[in-house]
Every structure is written in C-alpha cells, then in structure tokens.
C-alpha cells in the first residue's frame, strides 16, 4: 500500500495591500495552513508528498518563507517521505527575466524532486513494498493560450511506467465546474491513460475529484482563502489517499481550519437618513477573526451623500473583525437637473412685439408717431449689434 499526502495552491507569502498592520498576521495564516500539512505528513509518515504547484504565491516569495518552508521539509525529508513538486502559474517564472522558480531552491537543499521543466514530463522511480512507483510531472507552461489543451498542444502523453503509476499537473480538468476566473489551459478525461493510478492536480482552489479509468483524478483545493472568489468553500485542506494496485485504493480529505470570508451587500436607499448608521447596522455579528467585504450600491441624494463616509464604517467596525474592506463604487448621487427655458425671444422681436401693440392701440396722428418710433427704434438696436 503507497501512502501519499496531497496537497496544492499553498500560496505562501502572498502578496498583500489593503490590509495595512494585519498584512503580517495575514501571511502567517498561509504558513500556518501549509504547517497543517506538514504536521500531518509528520504523524503518518506517508511514502510520498505530493505540491502540485503554487507552494509559493510569486517568483520572488522573502527569506523568512523561504527559510521557514526549507526547515519544514528538511524534517518530511529526515522522516524518509519523498517530496515530489511542480510550478504552478503563481511559482513559475514567465520569462528569463523573471529568474528561477523558488522550488529550485528546495531541490537544491536536496529536500524535494521538482519537475521543473514545462514541456516535457519528467519521471522518477521508487520502490515501495515491492511496487515500482513512477510519478512523472510537468510544470506548469505560461506560453499555452487558456483555450488548449496542454498535453495535445506539446503532443505529450502522461507518462506510466511503474507498478503504481502517479502523475503531477497544475491545469484545468475538463468535466469539473470550474468558475470563469480560474481560467487555464484544460485536459480532458480522455487523456487519462490506461494504468494511471493518481492524477495529482493543482490550480483550482476547491476540493473535488473523480475517477476516470480506474484513476483518482484529484484537486485537495487550497489551504487557505486567497480571496473573496473563495469564500463560499465550506472547507479547506489537503488530500491523503492509499494506493493498493491489487486491492483499490482509498482517499480522504483532511480539513485546515481557515480564516472566515463573508461579502455584505447593502444597498442604500434615496429615503435614507443616517448612510453611515445603515451601512454598519447591516454587518454580521462580530467576529474577530473574520474578514469582510461590504459593497456599497444605490442612488441618494447630495445632501445624504455628503454624510456618508467610508473611514467612518471603517473605524466603527475596526474592533468588531479582523479586517473589513468597502467597495462602494456602486453608490451614486442623485443631481437635481435644472431646466433653463429655451423659449427666450430677442431684443428686437421684443421690441418688435410692443412696439406694434402699441400701434393696435392708438389711431390717427398717434399711430403715425408710434410707426415711426418703431422703425427708427429698429434701427438703432440692429445698429448696435442687437439680436
């Protein structure tokens, strides 16, 4: 029976800028999460540890991480656990500029067999109980367009060469429901060949798997919530399967306790009075241990808009969660529209319009005088540019 730990999407030192003194505590619930993994690699001593990509949430993560991750491998490793690892689209670089991939640093130490190239697979061998184990990788390549299929696309077939057959991807997988924002290149089921055992996948941040041939086709989802897309996973965690090819296999998803993420709709009416008052009414009980996202929409007028003020939601709610944030791009003034007639009649068709009601109203002698007024009147007004 092969033992194997599985986890992916760890993203550690994420980058971080909104969230000012909590920015720290933030990063370290990322490592916290990963030590989970660690922990329990530690009491079950598995055979293999498999990170399908995005240990780490950049090229460029800062020492500590580095270091601290080094120390927690080097004791998986002490322990005798293999530790296989690929480059996810966050961990491996996008061009020579960008470097090398961090993990290569934990090939270095001699701690982990990374699968650092992106277009062919590499595969390793060991012996477990008697079986040949080859678990072959291919890191992930940012040169596919989203709309390929990896494998067709480079013309690869994932590789089975062993008793036990394990195979290590950070791509989409065709028949999951994959949410619009975690666009990627995509392999089919048909891809899966014959004898594949475990198909070890990466990239999407919730937890699901199938069977396709026989094979456990598996994402364990991320061990931590990296944002708001991710807040309706009731769980997170890794995955921890035994592999038996004369008897089946088994697998089981151990949760990570994580941080809480919860959106707050509000939406402001035109009748209201006191904005701020209504916005901070409209948040969960308090829960210092959560983040939240208020969204701000509606119509209201100036003089109600003038009350509102973000850094005031902000400051009444700052001991009621870890974090709050506010996106109120969606709330919008009302503005009165002042009419101007444009029904305006000129000077001279003023002038006009007396001048000859005037001359309605007078006889004889008079009317000739008025006649006369308005023709000279008329002349003089064109004279000094009247309109």
Same mark, same amino acid.
């Given at each position: 029976?092969?033992?194997?730990?599985?986890? +992916?999407?760890?993203?550690?030192?994420?980058? $971080?800028?909104?969230?000012?003194?909590? +920015?720290?505590?933030?990063?370290?619930?990322?490592? !916290?999460?990963?030590?989970?993994v660690?922990?329990?690699?530690l009491?079950?001593?598995?055979?293999?540890?498999?990170?399908?990509?995005?240990?780490?949430?950049?090229?460029?993560p @800062?020492?500590?991480? @580095?270091?601290?991750?080094?120390?927690?491998?080097?004791?998986l490793?002490?322990?005798?656990? @293999?530790?296989f690892?690929?480059?996810?689209?966050?961990?491996?670089?996008?061009?020579?500029?960008?470097?090398?991939?961090?993990?290569?640093?934990l090939?270095? #130490?001699?701690?982990?067999?990374?699968?650092s190239?992106?277009? *062919?697979?590499?595969?390793?061998?060991? =012996?477990?109980?008697?079986?040949?184990? +080859?678990?072959?990788?291919?890191?992930?390549?940012?040169? $596919?367009?989203?709309?390929?299929?990896?494998?067709? &696309?480079?013309?690869?077939?994932?590789?089975?060469?062993?008793?036990?057959?394990?195979?290590?991807?950070? &791509?989409?997988?065709?028949?999951? !429901?994959i %949410?619009?924002?975690?666009? +990627? %290149?995509?392999?089919?089921?048909?891809?899966? %060949?014959?004898?594949?055992?475990?198909?070890?996948?990466?990239?999407?941040?919730?937890?699901?798997?199938?069977?396709?041939?026989?094979?456990?086709?598996?994402?364990?989802?991320?061990?931590?919530?990296?944002?708001?897309? *991710?807040?309706?996973?009731?769980?997170?965690?890794?995955?921890?399967?035994?592999?038996?090819?004369? =008897?089946? #296999?088994?697998?089981?998803?151990? *949760?990570? %306790?994580?941080?809480?993420?919860?959106?707050?709709?509000?939406?402001?009416?035109?009748?209201?009075?006191?904005?701020?008052?209504?916005?901070?009414?409209?948040?969960?009980?308090?829960?210092?241990?959560?983040?939240?996202?208020? /969204? /701000?929409?509606?119509?209201?007028?100036?003089?109600?808009?003038?009350? &509102?003020?973000?850094?005031?939601?902000?400051?009444?709610?700052?001991?009621?969660?870890f974090?709050?944030?506010?996106?109120?791009?969606?709330?919008?003034?009302?503005? !009165?529209?002042?009419?101007?007639?444009?029904?305006?009649?000129?000077?001279?068709?003023?002038?006009?319009?007396?001048?000859?009601?005037?001359?309605?109203?007078? =006889?004889?002698?008079?009317?000739?005088?008025?006649?006369k007024?308005?023709?000279?009147?008329?002349?003089?007004?064109?004279?000094?540019?009247?309109?």
């Amino acid at each position: 029976m092969i033992r194997i730990v599985h986890t +992916a999407d760890n993203h550690l030192d994420p980058k $971080i800028g909104i969230m000012g003194p909590k +920015a720290q505590e933030r990063r370290l619930d990322f490592y !916290k999460s990963f030590l989970r993994v660690v922990d329990f690699a530690l009491s079950v001593k598995p055979h293999v540890l498999l990170i399908t990509g995005d240990l780490f949430d950049s090229v460029n993560p @800062r020492n500590p991480i @580095r270091t601290r991750v080094l120390q927690a491998l080097r004791r998986l490793s002490g322990e005798g656990i @293999r530790i296989f690892a690929i480059g996810g689209n966050h961990d491996m670089p996008r061009s020579q500029e960008e470097g090398m991939s961090p993990l290569s640093e934990l090939e270095a #130490a001699g701690y982990v067999t990374f699968f650092s190239d992106t277009v *062919e697979f590499g595969v390793e061998h060991l =012996s477990v109980e008697g079986f040949d184990v +080859a678990v072959a990788g291919i890191s992930y390549d940012h040169t $596919i367009e989203a709309t390929e299929n990896p494998l067709r &696309y480079r013309n690869l077939r994932i590789p089975v060469e062993g008793d036990v057959n394990i195979a290590m991807l950070h &791509y989409n997988f065709a028949g999951f !429901k994959i %949410p619009k924002s975690w666009s +990627a %290149p995509t392999i089919a089921p048909e891809d899966v %060949p014959e004898g594949l055992h475990y198909l070890a996948l990466g990239h999407i941040h919730a937890h699901f798997y199938t069977t396709v041939r026989n094979a456990f086709v598996v994402y364990p989802g991320s061990t931590e919530r990296r944002s708001f897309n *991710e807040e309706a996973d009731e769980k997170k965690g890794f995955v921890y399967a035994e592999l038996n090819p004369r =008897s089946g #296999a088994s697998l089981s998803f151990e *949760e990570v %306790p994580t941080r809480r993420m919860k959106t707050v709709y509000v939406e402001l009416e035109e009748s209201v009075e006191n904005p701020v008052a209504r916005v901070v009414s409209s948040t969960p009980p308090p829960d210092p241990q959560m983040i939240i996202r208020i /969204v /701000v929409s509606g119509r209201i007028p100036l003089e109600k808009l003038s009350r &509102y003020s973000r850094a005031e939601i902000l400051k009444r709610l700052e001991d009621r969660f870890f974090l709050v944030t506010i996106d109120d791009s969606d709330l919008k003034c009302i503005i !009165k529209e002042v009419r101007v007639s444009l029904d305006a009649t000129s000077p001279i068709e003023s002038f006009r319009r007396y001048m000859e009601e005037a001359i309605k109203q007078s =006889s004889g002698y008079e009317a000739e005088i008025v006649k006369k007024a308005l023709s000279r009147g008329l002349e003089v007004l064109q004279e000094v540019g009247a309109w």
